[in-house]
């Protein structure tokens, strides 16, 4: 999938504001990314073909690391799986199913059945900026 240059320059803006230098491999991370359709672990971003730079594994965790800091990415966990890793977009939201076997994660392509209970909870409680995780958890069609 081709990385949207305005959205990348997005997000690099974003990590300026937050405090992050510009790096090659920021740089690479976003367009990693920002070119998968679900949530990556760290080796998946590295091993990415829109991962263009050569670097040392701890560098992409160290980054990550500093980019959910910052709420640029969000942090998935698996229960015993391997963390997942996701940016945050305030227009793009996405649910998943996890095989427990096998942890592959699909993404839910429906629209989100609690987004108006969302609101709801944030209208009446006076919280802003919610967010909210569903996940479904079973086993895959491989697994089975």
């Known amino acids: 999938m081709a990385v949207d240059a305005s959205e990348l320059t997005d997000l690099l803006d ?24 679900q949530p ?13 730079v050569s670097c040392d594994p701890a560098t992409v965790y160290r980054l990550i690391i500093r980019l959910e800091e910052k709420r640029i990415v969000r942090r998935i966990g698996f229960h015993s799986r391997a963390a997942h890793y ?7 939201h996405q649910d998943y199913l996890i095989c427990r076997d096998c942890g592959t994660v699909a993404v ?14 944030s209208k009446s409680s006076g919280f802003t900026d919610l967010e909210h995780e569903l996940e479904f958890f079973g086993t895959c069609a491989h697994c089975r």
Not at 15 to 37: D, E, H, I, N, P
Not at 86 to 92: A, E, M, T, Y
């Open 14 to 37: 974003q990590c300026s504001q937050g405090g992050l230098r510009q790096t090659v491999a920021l740089r690479a991370c976003l367009q990693a990314m920002l070119a998968a359709r």
């Open 40 to 52: 990556l672990t760290l080796q998946e971003i590295a091993a990415s073909p829109a991962f263009d």
């Open 86 to 92: 996701l940016l945050r977009r305030s227009h793009h």
């Open 108 to 121: 839910l392509d429906i629209s989100c059945p609690v987004r108006g209970l969302e609101e709801g909870i």
